[in-house]
């Protein structure tokens, strides 16, 4: 049920958010990014360590990361890829933008490395393992320079800024805490896990793929940043309220 309650409220934000965007004549690249950073929690960095430290379960967490790499990045990549190439969404379009998508390969190929139980050559695990050991410090430097850059925190797009915060840290949680104690009727620890996983702030992959395509950068920089903030006072209140 954990993956249902992540997909199932991932849906929840988007069906809010993308027709107001669109109401608003944000693009269309605009609108990807603005979903992402309403609806991609950070269930890698923040995710495992509190699934697997506070919840005693690193499988809180799995849902989360796999709905959002093998489904969701890809698919919000390949419609930014459409949108950078000038080309209109499509079957046929998205599923050629994702073939070449080094994310989907990526996430792909891991899955079947794993279900498959392959032990890849050290001459070829080794240069993988360092590029993997490169990616979170990585990410950290870029965002850390981005906040130096484009004026401060909240200066521009101040009000969709708090909207997604909003929709982020209490709609998707609250929906995820609807969806697993009344729809699926789960009991009260995994209630609490799940309402915690939806209410993680938004990932840093986000502001990744933003400056990748060069579309909303701030807006995802300010996403993230906002929410972490405030993503903090949110999880003691659910540890309060449901733990």
């Known amino acids: 049920m954990g993956f249902a309650t992540a997909a199932l409220s991932v849906l929840a934000v988007l069906v809010v958010y993308i027709p107001l965007a669109r109401r608003r004549g944000r693009s269309r690249s605009h609108v990807v990014i603005g979903a992402l950073s309403a609806s991609y929690a950070n269930g890698g960095y923040l995710g495992l360590p509190i699934a697997v430290y506070v919840l005693g379960d690193a499988t809180f967490a799995l849902p989360v990361m796999l709905l959002q790499l093998l489904v969701y990045a890809p698919l919000a990549l390949s419609l930014l890829d459409l949108d950078v190439s000038g080309r209109q969404p499509s079957a046929i379009a998205l599923a050629l933008a994702g073939v070449r998508n080094p994310v989907s390969i990526a996430a792909m190929c891991g899955v079947l490395l794993s279900v498959l139980d392959v032990d890849l ?62 729809a699926f009727g789960l009991g009260s620890h995994e209630v609490f896990g799940l309402t915690v996983m939806a209410a993680l702030p938004t990932a840093q992959n986000v502001f990744v793929y933003a400056t990748r395509f060069e579309r909303s950068a701030l807006l995802a920089r300010d996403s993230i940043a906002v929410t972490t903030a405030l993503s903090v006072p949110v999880l003691f209140g659910l540890a309060a309220l449901l733990a």
């Open 121 to 182: 050559p050290d001459v070829v695990a080794e240069p993988i393992s360092l590029l993997g050991g490169m990616a979170v410090p990585g990410a950290l430097l870029a965002y850390g320079v981005a906040l130096r850059f484009g004026g401060a925190i909240g200066s521009a797009n101040r009000g969709e800024i708090a909207a997604l915060a909003v929709l982020k840290l209490v709609w998707m949680p609250a929906v995820a805490y609807l969806l697993a104690r009344f």
